[in-house]
């Protein structure tokens, strides 16, 4: 055979091998260019993104805490529907919210109008106003309530927070004027939290020992029995009624329990039962006595 046709039958042969592989390659090229692309849409996304947080954040990473709109008294009291400015805000523990929506409630000449424009915390629980007094600075002023006090002021605060929309902070009690809360912020905070365990210590005693139901009738006196609801409180057992003393009321009151807590120091039998019915009457001549 010729050498230059044999050279020729090898050089087609090596082409036709190539044209075999290309395709994989081709395939493969195809495919680094699409995840690139992927990548880029992706990338340009993220930092989309990012953008979008650090426009949120003030474009410098800080929290929204220190992003809150702030307000002083002076500047919250124009917010009371009196003046040019129609719309109301109310403070409550320090924090503002836009109840003009509510103007049925909150504007001039309605029932809730004397909380706007102003924080008067106190007020939602004491419903007492001292302006007049001179004394309306005080309004902000709940240390002195008590810790289930402060419990029912928050459930307040959260009424507000889930139907009106927040706006800002009041400057002075309970927030600093960069938006941080206050040493006073945190004492109420505290007081709160031993309210609301206070409460759910009283809820698991309820539940022990919850209240017997009663029934009073002028003439004859009152009955008390135990069922498996009485007080509102669903149980197995039903229990049988008798007396506890209350350390804070000093009195004694009637609840359900087992008979093995009879014997417990601060409870006292009823004279007049019957353990069938899970039932105590106390005659009308007795019940001066039953608070001795």
Same mark, same amino acid.
């Given at each position: 055979?010729? &050498?230059?046709?044999?050279? /020729?039958?090898? /050089?087609?042969? $090596?082409?036709? /091998?190539?044209?075999?592989?290309? &395709?994989?390659?081709?395939?493969?090229? %195809?495919?680094?260019? @699409?995840?690139?692309? @992927?990548? =880029?849409?992706?990338?340009?996304?993220?930092?989309?993104?990012?953008?979008?947080?650090? *426009?949120?954040?003030?474009?410098?990473?800080?929290?929204?805490?220190?992003?809150? &709109?702030?307000?002083?008294? *002076?500047?919250?009291?124009?917010?009371?529907?009196?003046?040019?400015?129609?719309?109301?805000?109310?403070?409550?523990?320090?924090? @503002?919210?836009?109840?003009?929506?509510?103007?049925?409630? !909150?504007?001039?000449?309605?029932?809730?109008?004397?909380?706007?424009?102003? $924080? =008067?915390?106190? =007020?939602?629980?004491?419903?007492?106003?001292?302006?007049?007094?001179? +004394?309306?600075?005080?309004?902000? /002023?709940?240390?002195?309530?008590?810790?289930?006090?402060?419990?029912? %002021?928050?459930?307040?605060?959260?009424?507000?927070?889930?139907?009106?929309?927040?706006?800002?902070? %009041?400057?002075?009690?309970?927030? *600093?004027?960069?938006?941080?809360?206050?040493? !006073?912020?945190?004492?109420?905070?505290?007081?709160?939290?031993?309210?609301?365990?206070?409460?759910?210590?009283?809820?698991?005693?309820?539940?022990?020992? &919850?209240?017997?139901?009663?029934?009073?009738?002028?003439? +004859?006196?009152?009955?008390?029995?135990?069922?498996?609801?009485?007080?509102?409180?669903?149980?197995?057992?039903?229990? #049988?009624? @008798?007396?506890?003393?209350?350390?804070?009321? +000093?009195?004694?009151?009637?609840?359900?329990? *087992? +008979?093995?807590?009879?014997?417990?120091?601060?409870?006292?039998? #009823?004279?007049?039962?019957?353990?069938?019915?899970?039932?105590?009457?106390?005659?009308?001549? $007795?019940?001066?006595?039953?608070?001795?």
């Amino acid at each position: 055979m010729d &050498p230059k046709e044999s050279n /020729h039958n090898k /050089h087609s042969s $090596d082409e036709k /091998h190539k044209s075999k592989r290309s &395709p994989p390659y081709a395939l493969f090229n %195809l495919l680094v260019i @699409i995840v690139a692309i @992927i990548y =880029a849409v992706y990338y340009q996304l993220y930092l989309k993104d990012v953008e979008n947080v650090e *426009e949120v954040a003030g474009g410098e990473g800080e929290s929204d805490q220190f992003k809150i &709109p702030m307000f002083t008294s *002076e500047q919250l009291k124009e917010y009371n529907g009196e003046g040019d400015n129609k719309k109301l805000y109310l403070g409550i523990m320090g924090e @503002i919210f836009d109840v003009t929506r509510g103007e049925k409630h !909150y504007g001039l000449g309605q029932p809730y109008h004397n909380y706007v424009g102003k $924080d =008067a915390s106190k =007020a939602f629980i004491t419903g007492e106003f001292d302006a007049k007094n001179g +004394k309306s600075n005080a309004l902000d /002023h709940v240390l002195s309530l008590s810790p289930s006090e402060l419990v029912s %002021l928050k459930k307040w605060r959260d009424f507000y927070i889930e139907n009106y929309d927040f706006v800002g902070r %009041l400057i002075g009690r309970f927030y *600093e004027p960069d938006g941080t809360p206050t040493e !006073y912020f945190w004492a109420i905070d505290r007081k709160i939290q031993f309210g609301l365990k206070q409460q759910e210590e009283e809820a698991n005693f309820q539940r022990e020992f &919850p209240p017997c139901n009663m029934e009073y009738k002028r003439e +004859k006196g009152t009955r008390f029995w135990c069922t498996t609801q009485s007080g509102g409180v669903e149980r197995e057992l039903a229990g #049988y009624p @008798i007396q506890l003393f209350n350390q804070d009321a +000093k009195t004694f009151s009637c609840i359900c329990t *087992e +008979k093995e807590n009879f014997e417990l120091p601060q409870f006292r039998k #009823y004279e007049n039962c019957d353990d069938k019915i899970r039932s105590c009457f106390v005659p009308v001549d $007795d019940q001066s006595n039953e608070d001795d």
